[in-house]
Each structure stands twice: as C-alpha cells, then as structure tokens.
C-alpha cells in the first residue's frame, strides 16, 4: 500500500508542478515585467477552470467506461499530456500579448485551455484512484503523502526556476518552462506504472446507468450536505488559492524584489507547509477532523491579515512573517479539508461526488484569481496605488475565509452518508424528469 501512495504521490506532484510556472512565475512577468493588466492576467489563468463542470462529467463517465480495463488510468494520461503542453507553450503566449493583443489572447485561449482541460481531467481521475485504493480508513494517510510530495515538488520546481532564471531573460524563461514540463511528465508516468489494477471485461460495465449533465448535477446537488459543502469549499479556495496569482506580484510591487527572489517565495510557503503537515500529524487523534479544519481556517485569517499590514506600512519583514502563517495555516487547512472531502464520495459512485469537488476547486481558483485581479486593478486606479489595490484584496480573502468557517458549522459527514444512501431516490427524479 505504501508503495501505491508514493505512486499517487508522484502523479499529485507532477500536475502540481505544472501549475507553479503558470500560476507563480508567469503571472509575476506577465504583470510586472510585460506591464499587463492584472485583471487581464487573472483571466488568463483562471480561463481554464471555465470548464470544471465537465469534471462531474470526467468521474461519472470513468466510473462505467473503463477503457482498456482501466477506469482512472487513461484520463490521467490525457491530463498530463494537456498540462505539460500548456506549460511549455505559455511562455509564447506571454510574450505575444503586448505584441498583438487579438492573436496573444485566441492563443491564450488554446495554451491556457489545454492546460485547464488536462488538469481537469487528471485531478478528478488521480482522486478518485485515491479514494479507491486507500480505503476509508487510510484515506488520510494517502493525503498526507500526496499532499507531502506535492510540496515538496513546489519546493524544489520554485528553486529550480530561481536558479534557472539567474538572471532572467525571455529565452532562459522558456528554457526552464520546457524543463519543468518534460520532468512533470516523466514523473507523472512512472507513478502511473502497473498502479491501477485492470478489470475483467464482464464487470467493466456491470450496473451501468446513463445520465445526461443535468442529471448528473440534479443528482449530485439534491443532497443539501453537498451543496452546503460545494460553497463551503468554493469560498474557503477562492480565498486560500485566489491569492496564488497575487502574491508574488505583490512583493515585487511593494518591496522591489526581483523575478529570482519571488519566486523563491513559493519555496519559503512550501517548506512552511511541510512543517505543517507534521503539525496536522500531531493534532490527529487529539483533535477531531472538523476542529483541524477550522484551526486551519482561523490560521489563514490571520496570514491575511498580516499580509495585508506589511503592505499598509510597507515592512518586508512583516510580509515575509505573512508568509510562514500563510504556508502553515495552508497545510493545515488543505490536508484536513481533502480529507474531509474524501469522505464525501459514496461507494460506486467515487468518480461522481470527486467531479463535483474538483468543479468547487477549480470554480473556486477561477472566482478567487478573477476576483482578485479585478479588485486590484480598480482600487489601484481609485486609490493612484498598486499596493493598495492588493492590501484590499488580501483583507477580502479574510473576509471570504470568515464566512466558509460560519458555512462549515452546518456541514455533518455522518448526516451526508445517511443521505447518500437515498440518493436512489433523487437518481429515479432525475431520469423521470429527463425522460418527460
């Protein structure tokens, strides 16, 4: 079993590092060293999580089309694939933009979906795996594993970059993108390998059942617990994940740091949230999994809040504190939450109930990194300062993190199981209703 976690692990990892390129480093150039908007950049990055609801789609397909034998494997293949060549393209389209803004934005619409697409398909495909392998009462450790390798693939892909970057030039840019795109790739096979056990062809499609996308979401969304949990998840990412596209930018706006210097900043976030996994290891058994959580949440309010001081005062040495509570606060918070969110599937219908949390994800990092380009470029232009417009989005993700923790007091694991089992029920409304 401990061989199939590092297995899980390594393809955690290898999607993860695809994602820092684009979301720490690309981000940072496109904003300060292009000039861009960051309203503009926002939506370029968050572009691809337009198309998260295919992900109830993706798990509910999987679960009764294996292909090949295989029910996870396939879709985890196309993901990678689709990542690693977004990754590797994104630098082009960067550097087109201030050049020829229509052409730059109908790339970016391609280079960006493909990424968002592959990650779409590869997120729900590897979670779902988990779920399945690890049973209900490891489902915690494989988290832990996969969300320990997945940093430490942050840790090393952010100095990496730093390294390559020394000093940086459009050229090195694209030569380190190709770098971290081919490496994500091989990671992610070499996981794959002989994971997934194949199955007999009389059972591939026992049981099976069509459903068009409405039924699918009727079917999801008819159970409260679900939904209550859908936005809880949706505000607490917004919050949490929305600054990803921010942070760096942010740094080198207020305390002129340069390209190399933050983007070891993700390295500083990742190595606090390793130290916080053990953390979460020590609470395990003292403390419930709902308390873990909202430790996590109140932690993060407070990283915020920090951050968002260092810019009203203008200390360097505030926002770097800022930063160690927010990798903190973020381990703690994701760990217990993914292992929350684990044990809101139903046997059967694994791939299903993991679609619609990674539509809340993915939805969550669209509305997150939208909401927060735009808050910054406005309040930026009303208040004649760019790091004012960031001081406000940081205290709103405050604000956002508040009230998914008020929403989390209402969500019962125990009252979602007893009506998981009814949703029967709701599966024969929704076809009724589709075949009227």
């Known amino acids: 079993m401990f061989r199939k976690r590092l297995q899980i692990g390594l393809i955690h990892m290898a999607v993860a590092m695809t994602l820092v390129p684009i979301n720490s480093t690309l981000n940072r150039i496109m904003i300060k060293e292009l000039a861009l908007s960051a309203t503009l950049v926002a ?14 789609a993706i798990g509910s397909f999987s679960d009764r089309h294996p292909i090949f034998g295989w029910r996870r494997t396939p879709y ?83 100095i990496g970059l730093g390294r390559l970057l020394e000093p940086y030039s459009p050229a090195l840019l694209e030569r380190a993108f190709r770098i971290v795109g081919i490496l994500a790739l091989i990671l992610g096979l070499i996981g794959l390998f002989g994971l997934e056990p194949r199955i007999p062809k009389e059972k591939a ?5 069509r459903y068009s996308m409405s039924s699918l979401v009727q079917i999801v969304f008819g159970n409260r617990q679900v939904t209550l949990f859908f936005w809880y998840l ?46 979460t290891g020590l609470l395990e058994g003292r403390v419930s999994k709902l308390g873990v959580v909202k430790i ?66 993915a939805l969550s990092r669209l509305t997150g990194s939208v909401l927060s380009g735009f808050v910054r470029d406005a309040v930026s232009q009303i208040a004649h300062s760019p790091v004012t417009g960031y001081v406000v989005v940081f205290g709103i993700d405050a604000a956002l993190l508040v009230v998914s923790l008020i929403l989390l007091r209402q969500i019962d694991v125990n009252l979602f199981k007893h009506q998981a089992k009814q949703i029967s029920i709701v599966e024969r409304g929704a076809m009724a209703s589709e075949a009227g």
């Open 43 to 56: 939506i370029m990055a968050s572009l691809p999580y337009l198309f998260s609801p295919i992900q109830i």
């Open 296 to 361: 996590g949440g109140l932690a993060a309010i407070i990283a915020f809040l920090t951050i968002a001081a260092s810019g009203m005062i203008l200390n360097k040495s505030l926002f770097y504190a800022g930063v160690l509570a927010l990798g903190l606060s973020t381990g703690i918070s994701t760990v217990s939450n993914l292992s929350l969110m684990l044990d809101m599937t139903v046997a059967g219908k694994v791939g299903m109930f993991m679609g619609a949390w990674g539509m809340a994800n």
């Open 205 to 209: 499609f026992a049981g099976e059942m």
């Open 76 to 158: 985890i293949v196309l993901g990678l694939l689709l990542t690693v060549a977004g990754v590797i393209l994104s630098p082009a389209v960067a550097f087109l933009l201030p050049e020829n803004r229509w052409l730059g934005l109908g790339l970016g619409i391609l280079v960006f979906g493909a990424w968002g697409m592959g990650f779409n398909f590869a997120t729900v495909s590897y979670f779902s795996l988990a779920s399945e392998i690890s049973g209900e009462k490891g489902r915690s450790r494989t988290i832990a594993v996969m969300f320990f390798m997945m940093i430490s693939g942050i840790i090393l892909t952010s």
């Open 234 to 279: 949706i505000l607490l990412l917004a919050a949490i994940l929305g600054q990803d596209v921010l942070l760096e930018p942010f740094a080198g706006e207020a305390f002129n740091l340069p390209v190399d210097a933050t983007t070891r900043i993700t390295s500083i976030w990742g190595i606090c949230v390793l130290l916080s996994l053990m953390i």
